[in-house]
């Protein structure tokens, strides 16, 4: 059973640029979330999707936006890059974002703005 | 507002010794826990949840709400558990981190 599968694993971008980054739940699963991790501020929830619906956000700023496909791939997408947001982006999915199965993380992917 | 809080940064034992790892969190409702572990150069990965009280490698964990406690326990320490361990608390399709206990096991 493939695991959650993050593309890519790595980026480098200029400041003022926007990214887009994908994930791919397991297969299945209709829930997938996005975390920020960075030394600093550890794991921050970004939002989460449930077939193609935002159920939640974050306190982050309007930059970072998302979406969810009807196969339930999911992209983020962050505007206006600022060197403050490199970080490892976690995505996480879940069989219905049910809390009692937990859920199951990418290896992520490492954004670098220069 | 809820909160997870782990109040070690690093936490040093060593081989066979017990290890405890402190999580306490900040909910007024029933709360949904879980520990997670990051091995070097790995993803995340889901360690116990609180509801289903197993045991994986040996770790246990139980909820005390009294003290607002999910503690993360071993009885012996083995070099391999060396590891970040992070506590979450699962709320709103969301889960709200703790902010992880280095677990560091020396021969």
């Known amino acids: 059973k493939a695991g959650v599968t993050q593309t890519p694993r790595y980026l480098i971008k200029t400041r003022g640029q926007q990214v887009t980054l994908s994930c791919s739940p397991i297969?299945?699963?209709?829930?997938v979330s996005w975390y920020q991790q960075t030394p600093g501020q550890g794991l921050q929830f970004l939002f989460e999707?449930?077939?193609?619906?935002?159920?939640n956000k974050g306190n982050f700023p309007g930059r970072f936006s998302g979406r969810q496909f009807s196969n339930s791939r999911s992209e983020m997408n962050v505007s206006t890059l600022e060197l403050g947001d490199s970080a490892l982006y976690l995505c996480?999915?879940?069989?219905?974002?049910?809390?009692?199965?937990?859920?199951?993380f990418g290896s992520g992917t490492r954004l670098t703005v220069v | 507002a809820q909160r997870v809080t782990q109040p070690e940064k690093l936490l040093s034992v060593f081989k066979g010794a017990p290890v405890e790892l402190k999580c306490n969190y900040s909910?007024?409702?029933?709360?949904?826990l879980f520990w997670y572990v990051q091995y070097s150069r790995q993803r995340l990965q889901l360690l116990l949840r609180?509801?289903s009280r197993e045991s994986i490698k040996g770790f246990t964990a139980d909820l005390n709400k009294g003290e607002t406690s999910f503690h993360l326990k071993k009885p012996f320490a083995q070099e391999e558990d060396s590891a970040m361990y992070y506590c979450?608390?699962?709320?709103?399709?969301?889960?709200?981190f703790g902010s992880g206990t280095r677990l560091l096991v020396r021969p």
């Open positions: 979450a608390l699962s709320r709103s399709y969301k889960l709200i």
């Open positions: 996480a999915s879940s069989l219905e974002g049910n809390r009692d199965y937990g859920y199951t």
């Open positions: 909910y007024s409702g029933s709360p949904e």
């Open positions: 609180h509801i």
């Open positions: 297969s299945g699963h209709r829930s």
């Open positions: 999707y449930f077939s193609e619906t935002q159920r």
